[in-house]
């Protein structure tokens, strides 16, 4: 498609499981970034891909938190033994990267955790 | 202005009325400056950009004003149609190489009746 594609869209899980959240950005799109947003809150800066370069993992809460990327195309963002602080929806965004445009991000429609 | 918590501040308004909505940002070394727009159940779409080397720039019924002095940033919606009803956040970005590593507030819900 044309836009962001995140799936599941939707993810009940429970405490103590894995979760594997997928995200296909916009075809040409070298940068790719994972937030996170709580309800009624802004978004979290998770993690940061741009090209061939070392991600820019900053924003991960914690070392149950990892996230790959396959040259410039599909990302997975892993959560490992899920707790109930992790429910939220995770948005995957792309852009084209560089400072052209920079805060320009393309957002998927999130994938929402619901961690019982 | 935007706020700390689950209490998100509200602005409601009449079609056709100009609708401003506030945000104090918080790092004074923040050179670049984007609202975002979201709708129930979707991802934010990109609305407007300002660098911190100007202190106002238009778009299309939009205009986002930047006064580095107070760090205050301000989106001016005209015209504001039932459409634009929604939640909007602004976000900084300090620079460097990562372009698109923001800091969002914690957004401001427009409510537009007809």
């Known amino acids: 498609g044309a836009g962001v594609s995140q799936s599941p869209s939707n993810k009940v899980t429970e405490k103590g499981k894995d979760v594997e959240l997928r995200c296909d950005p916009i075809?040409?799109?070298?940068?790719l970034y994972w937030y996170r947003q709580r309800l009624g809150q802004g978004l979290e800066f998770l993690i940061y891909?741009?090209?061939?370069?070392?991600?820019?993992k900053s924003g991960l809460p914690s070392d149950r938190f990892s996230a790959e990327r396959t040259g410039e195309s599909v990302s997975t963002l892993t959560i490992q033994r899920t707790q109930q602080e992790d429910s939220a929806v995770y948005l995957c965004?792309?852009?084209?990267?560089?400072?052209?445009?920079?805060?320009?991000?393309?957002f998927g429609e999130g994938s929402r955790l619901t961690v019982l | 202005g935007e706020s700390v918590g689950l209490h998100l501040p509200t602005l409601s308004v009449q079609e056709g009325d100009n609708s401003i909505i506030n945000c104090a940002y918080s790092?004074?070394?923040?050179?670049?400056f984007i609202w975002y727009k979201q709708e129930s159940g979707k991802g934010p779409q990109f609305i407007i950009d300002?660098?911190?080397?100007?202190d106002k720039r238009q778009g299309q019924r939009v205009t986002v004003l930047l006064n580095k002095t107070v760090k205050h940033l301000s989106l001016q919606i005209a015209a504001t149609q039932p459409g634009d009803s929604a939640v909007y956040f602004c976000?900084?970005?300090?620079?460097?190489?990562?372009?698109?590593?923001?800091?969002f507030g914690q957004g401001t819900i427009l409510t537009v009746h007809p």
């Open positions: 965004a792309s852009s084209l990267g560089g400072t052209s445009g920079a805060g320009e991000l393309f």
């Open positions: 075809s040409g799109h070298t940068a």
């Open positions: 891909f741009q090209g061939n370069s070392a991600p820019d």
């Open positions: 790092n004074s070394a923040s050179d670049y």
């Open positions: 300002i660098r911190s080397n100007m």
């Open positions: 976000a900084e970005n300090a620079g460097g190489t990562s372009y698109g590593k923001l800091t």
